[in-house]
């Protein structure tokens, strides 16, 4: 019943695929899409140029591409602390030049513009009695975070490192642990050059970025690497691939071939479950989220009598129903109160970019109609393409009903979690309006089934 057989991914390259995913982790930090790719070909030829071994090259390739792995986990303090919407903040902070008017400028320009003028005082209070502390949390949370999860990906410590130690700066003044010189591992040091370099290319261009690097050598920057970027940027092919819509295709070969990866299935689940870590990072709101839908999703699907390689596929599913709310403010997610109509829009959106994500990531194209369909309704009310009745497949109707049980019974921002019997009478009113029948009875039972375990 309901079954179909498991893609074969053997044959799938690692590189190409984190390729793909690093566009969601673009979202997370307001990037223009292809912030990672473009790091990653930026630093690979620094890299290449400053001499380094190909066993040196794929980390340093696979830690441009994860970099950001950790950013969802800053973003709900972000707003807390400064009243604003993360997504902005983050893009601006990059291009800010290290300035103190600057940094003033900067502060009152993103702190709390959607906020009252009392609240918005009292933000610019604590970020310039805490700015320095308040920087560093921030950032320690970001790298500890992102390092951690590159390792939970068998990457090695070298690329943890580098990931961990992304924000610090060639003189010692950068963050979190106010390395200098030598003592920054060299994949930070490429990767801060890197990043700092695609920010002024896409904004102002060629000149633009190769001034910057030039002007911050020896104060962020390794004066050594930009020496090397500079020997890089004399070839017009390099910046030519720089700009071109091509490089998305063109990226994972530049992997060195003889020490390429390769995933299995074991891996594929490895990685769903990384990037659904970030995606719960995002928010307290939505902390444990895609892991609990998971688990809900695979009750119904075992109860449904679906064979254990297709569970195997829906779980992937249900981890990764929500990457797309990687694109969606804080401000937004975690308020508390009712949402307007402008930030109702917001959420809407994040199918959208749940499907556009994964329809482009050939190991999970076949999921990302799931993703961008949980939020769909039988009576065609759903969002965001009000599909209808048999438009809603089954699998994708097991999600909404584990997603939906999940939502109703954590914290929400604007209210507490409720009991169990209490979710699922609300459910049932639900019932061929928004949900599956089918789907949900198979929730109740087993549920049930669960129940009877604990108590017997
Ligand atoms: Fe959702
Ligand atoms: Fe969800």
Redesign the pocket.
Known sequence: MYDEPLKVTGELRLAELLSAMSCALDLTEGQPIGHCIRCCWIGHHIGRELGLTDQALSDLYYMLLLKDLGCSSNAARICELYLTDDLTFKHDFKTWDGSLPAALRFVLSHTGLQSGLAERFRALVTVMVEGGEIAKELIETRCYRGADIARKLRFSEDVALGIRSLDEQWDGKGLPDRLAGEDIPNYSRIALLSQVIDVFHTASGPEAALSEAKKRAGSWFDPTMVEAFEAVSASSDFWQMLASPDLHDKIYLIEPAQIARRVDEDYLDEIAEAFAKVVDSKSPF?SG??ER?TVFTDLIAEQLGYSVTKRRWLKRAALL??IGKLGVSNSVLDKPGKLDDEEFAQIKMHPVYSLNILKNITAFSDIAGIAGG?HERLDGKGYPYGLKGAEIDMDTRIVTVA?IF??LTADRPYRKAMPISKALSIMWDMVDEAIDPVCFEALKVALDRIGEKIAA
């Open positions: 939505t989220h895609s839908v129903h929500d949980h997603d999940d939502a």
